[in-house]
């Protein structure tokens, strides 16, 4: 059975029409990787920062994508398979770099 978090389901309603979220993880409660699809079938990876805290407004995330070049690599594996390959100089460079954090 798939297991899924209030966290991951809010993530996956917030993709506009068209675009198809394949995988998502979150790391250590405060970094979420995902792999999303656009309507044209490129593969990219999302990273968002969670931030959790007591009060009313208890949950603040912050969005990138791989082109920003996120100082946040613990993308786990299998969201990096499903990602196609691209020609954008930041993003294979995030991408070889979480290969790299895998094996140390």
């Known amino acids: 059975m798939h297991r899924t978090t209030p966290i991951k389901d809010w993530f996956i309603s917030e993709w ?3 675009y ?3 995988d998502v993880k979150i790391v250590h409660r ?3 990787y ?3 699809q656009s309507p044209k079938g490129d593969v990219f990876a999302c990273v968002y920062l969670l931030r959790y805290s007591r009060g009313w407004h208890n949950f603040s995330y912050k969005s ?10 613990k993308c786990p594996q299998s969201v990096l ?4 390959p691209t ?5 294979n460079e995030w991408r070889k770099t979480c ?6």
Not at 81 to 84: G, R, V
């Open 87 to 91: 020609t954008n100089e930041n993003a």
């Open 64 to 73: 990138m994508d791989e082109t920003c070049m996120p100082y946040y690599f």
């Open 81 to 84: 398979d499903k990602l196609t």
């Open 34 to 36: 995902a792999a999303v």
């Open 20 to 22: 198809k979220v394949l």
């Open 16 to 18: 506009y029409e068209g």
């Open 30 to 32: 405060t970094e979420l």
């Open 99 to 104: 290969k790299e954090n895998k094996t140390k």
